[in-house]
């Protein structure tokens, strides 16, 4: 079975011990954050309904007015829809009342024919802002794609969000060949996109190594 079949098709627990082990130690992130915070990872059909909406509740908080100035617009039930995704997978972060204070959500998946991981959502309530998190978040995405196997960690960002850009640059994104182009318009103005597709090497695309051994599924 090709590799990123296959690692969709594990269950949650072996996704997790494969692609993030011992990864979800909360010791290093509240090193650096003003926790205590825990991270917990689940799948669109794991996840509960009380996560999903406040994850949701911070998207909209955060970015509803982003995509509704955006060519994407913005509609809470298509985004709820999209939530659910059958190979969308979640790293929640919580506090010591298991209360979500941010989550990031993301998917091993093709794009332009390459195999990446791809970063869905990056949300943070403004409380576990500044402090690494965001950081360290991603970089248990790109461990997700690294020990994947994948080409490259890939995410979109709007053009107006200046301190999202900034972010993603010093973590060593940059733009990617098929983010949106300027397009010059009939009466000669151009049309700037409203969003961009960033990416980031995390190994030189492979010939071979394209399966996994088994799914595991049961």
């Known amino acids: 079975m090709p590799r990123i079949e296959s690692a969709n098709g594990f269950p949650l627990a072996i996704y997790r011990a494969r692609f993030l082990p011992s990864c979800l130690d909360p010791t290093s992130l509240n ?3 003003q926790g205590p915070y825990s991270i917990s990872f689940d799948s669109s059909s794991s996840i509960t309904a009380a996560d999903l909406e406040a994850c949701l509740e911070l998207i ?15 509609s809470v039930v298509k985004k709820r ?11 929640l972060l919580k506090n010591a009342t298991d209360r ?7 998917m091993l998946t093709y794009e332009d024919g390459h195999e990446v991981v791809y970063c869905y959502e990056l949300h943070l309530a403004p409380s576990a802002q500044r402090q690494g998190i965001g950081k360290h978040l991603m970089g248990l995405v790109e461990t997700v794609g690294k020990s994947a196997g994948v080409e490259k960690s890939m995410l979109t960002v709007f053009t ?3 301190t999202a850009l900034i972010f993603y640059e010093r973590l060593g994104y940059s733009k990617d060949d098929y983010s949106p182009q300027p397009r010059k318009m009939r009466n000669g103005t151009v049309k700037m996109p409203t969003y961009l597709i960033l990416s980031k090497t995390l190994q030189e695309p492979s010939t071979d190594g394209k399966e996994l051994e088994g799914n595991g599924a049961a």
């Not at 829809?81 to 790293?91: G, I, N, S, T, V």
């Not at 979500?100 to 993301?106: E, P, Y």
Request: hydrophobic share 45%.
């Open 31 to 33: 090193a650096i954050a």
């Open 60 to 74: 909209a908080s955060s970015s509803a007015k982003a995509y509704a100035a955006s060519g994407l617009g913005w």
């Open 81 to 91: 829809k999209e939530m659910k995704l059958p190979d969308l997978r979640y790293l």
């Open 100 to 106: 979500i204070q941010g989550f990031l959500s993301f």
């Open 160 to 162: 107006e969000n200046h």
